[in-house]
């Protein structure tokens, strides 16, 4: 009864009242061999493959990499330009700059164990400057937000998630929308969308930065199938995640930026 | 009190449970995944049972919160629950056969999973169906292999 009570308290202090956030905060050190141990096999792993393979492998790899390397430092170079071009256009609409969002780079080491919640634990924390609310990122889109800040590790929501939901638009042209989670890994709804609505299977779904959380233009996901149905009041519009939710390791964290980024 | 070798072994159990509930399996393998944090505390429990109950039960529950990065309090009342009814249980459990104790087994883990189960209903992560109840059948197929690796490496006399 006694333990009854105490868990009670608890669930109410932490779930309620956010109470214990500090305390768990705290704990964080908990997590530090488990994970070591539970990752271990993989990154021995790794180690292995790196040692033996050969030196032709590598050097190959190397200047495929540099290839690709110089390949995007000229892209950049143009974005530099043409970030700088629709800038002074900005200016003369008198709307807000866009900013460069610098981000760090993070690694995924654990995927929440709860097979319906889709949410992994990164290696950073308060103490590498993570926040509550940051978006987080992969090479090709958005793949969630932190929700939980430790000291050394921060919990990500991914937007797959039933309980996740990200303000979209349209690359083509501009509709906007709200992309929710299903709690499947590669479905995306886009809700609320009127039957009138020009969007096609294909379509690229970018963050609108409506709503101040997201950034305004990075990818999120590709209309995989749209629905009309004359009796429902809105279209049926699923979307694939463009980020490899279920394949990668690393990820990026958008930093925080004194100004709205993309905002207008 | 405990021996050291024995506060050595217990802590080593949990430990292995929180491993193995963090690593990564999908699809099927990731609702059977059996829960050793709970099989260690049984088979504590059973062992010992002047030593190791509800309240012990209920601190390894706090700490599998912080572990696991769920409320505080979801497995410790979870836990706590599964322990009491097990210690209610536990003469009648000693006799059994292996068979008879990992359906008893499977009740108890299923009666935490299910405590679980309905504070995350209650604090908005709603499961979809019933695949989460596999973890008890996990748990159950594991019970002789914990308990004779646990009895093996001297769990009997601590």
Redesign the interface.
Known sequence: MVAVALSVGLLLADHQFRLLDPLKRSLDWLQVPIHGLVNLPGMLWEDVGESVRSREALEEENAALKARLRILEAKTERLVAMTAEVNRLRELLNASRIVENPVAVAEIIGINPDPYLHEVLINKGASDGAYEGQPVLDSSGLMGQITFVGQRFSRALLISDATHAVPVQVNRNGIRGVLVGKGRLDELELVNVPQTADIQEGDLLVTSGLGGRFPAGYPVAVVSHVEHDPSEPYAKVTATPKAELNRTRHVLLVRRTSELPGGS | MISGHGLLLLLASL?VG??T??????GLA??V?PDLVALSLIYWSWRHPERFG??T??WV???SD?????????H??AY??MI?FFLNIHHRFRIYPMLQQSVLIFLLVGIAIMVIHW??QL??????DL??MLGAIGSALCWPFVRYTLDYLGGKTV
């Open positions: 430990f929180w491993v509930a963090w690593i990564p399996l999908h990731a609702f995944r509800v309240l039960a209920w529950g706090v700490i912080l572990v696991l990065g769920s409320w505080l309090g979801v410790a009342l706590a629950l009491y504070i995350n604090t908005g992560v709603a499961a979809r695949m989460f």
